[in-house]
Nanobody, 121 residues
Framework: QVQLVESGGGLVQAGGSLRLSCAAT????????MGWYRQAPGKQRELVAG???????NYADSVKDRFTISRDNAKNTVYLQMNSLKPEDTAVYYC???????????????WGQGTAVTVSS
């Protein structure tokens, strides 16, 4: 069974930094795209950043130049370095991965359980 295990959330003051990690475990043949989404109270889940297996990345406009996504393909892990955090970054952050468990499987999407990030002003 595939699981995405997130870590690194917490409480930080505005202007501070946090680093989120998400490791995909279980039987995995290959991982295509990995990403981070977030959902603030009363709002829809939104894409924060995504990265392909080749390292191409994209970001939401609201986090460009502050957040950096990276991945370690050997460890099936994706990271999100968050700098210059703002109160509006407060949300539950979810890891996402498109992967196939076997060579013959189609790509399926998996989600982590979420990790809370709270930025105080």
């Amino acid at each position: 069974q595939v699981q995405l295990v997130e870590s690194g959330g917490g409480l930080v003051q505005a202007g501070g930094s946090l680093r989120l990690s998400c490791a995909a475990t279980g039987r995995i043949f290959s991982i295509n795209r990995m990403g981070w989404y977030r959902q603030a109270p009363g709002k829809q889940r939104e894409l924060v950043a995504g990265i392909t297996s080749g390292g191409s990345s994209n970001y939401a406009d609201s986090v460009k130049d502050r957040f950096t996504i990276s991945r370690d393909n050997a460890k099936n892990t994706v990271y999100l370095q968050m700098n210059s955090l703002k109160p509006e970054d407060t949300a539950v952050y979810y890891c996402n991965a498109q992967l196939n468990r076997l060579f013959s499987d189609p790509l399926s999407v998996y989600w982590g359980q979420g990790t809370a990030v709270t930025v105080s002003s």
